[in-house]
């Protein structure tokens, strides 16, 4: 193939740039984030427990998931308590553990917990 028979390309950027959203992205969060979204630190914990204990076992795994996804040690300790706490199945605390133990931002908290 030679030089003129090579089709030609044009570089795109698709570097996404902290605190600008489309006003589709501002849309979504001002109708969708109060019926779906769940809000960072304490206030995020009760949704997710209520979840964990009322929940098929899909459901709960993803619960554990979000719950131990936090990068406060303090909310990461509340749900490993809560796994050994009896408000929830004993047999579910593994998931609490293991998703600190696979947070890096738990893992020292879990280790120390």
Do not use: C
């Not at 030089?3 to 501002?26: C, V």
């Not at 408000?87 to 893992?107: K, M, T």
């Amino acid at each position: 193939m030679t030089d003129q028979q090579r089709p030609t390309h044009t570089i795109r950027s698709f570097i996404r740039r902290q605190g600008r959203l489309t006003g589709a992205q501002q849309r979504a969060l001002a109708v969708l984030f109060p019926r779906f979204g769940v809000a960072a630190g304490d206030s995020a914990v009760e949704p997710l427990v209520r979840l964990a204990r009322t929940s098929g076992e899909v459901d709960r795994t993803k619960a554990y998931a979000a719950l131990t996804s936090f990068e406060n040690p303090g909310l990461v300790e509340k749900v490993l308590e809560l796994g050994i706490s009896g408000e929830v199945s004993r047999s579910d605390s593994g998931y609490a553990i293991a998703g600190a133990a696979n947070n890096p931002r738990a893992r020292r908290t879990t280790w120390d917990w």
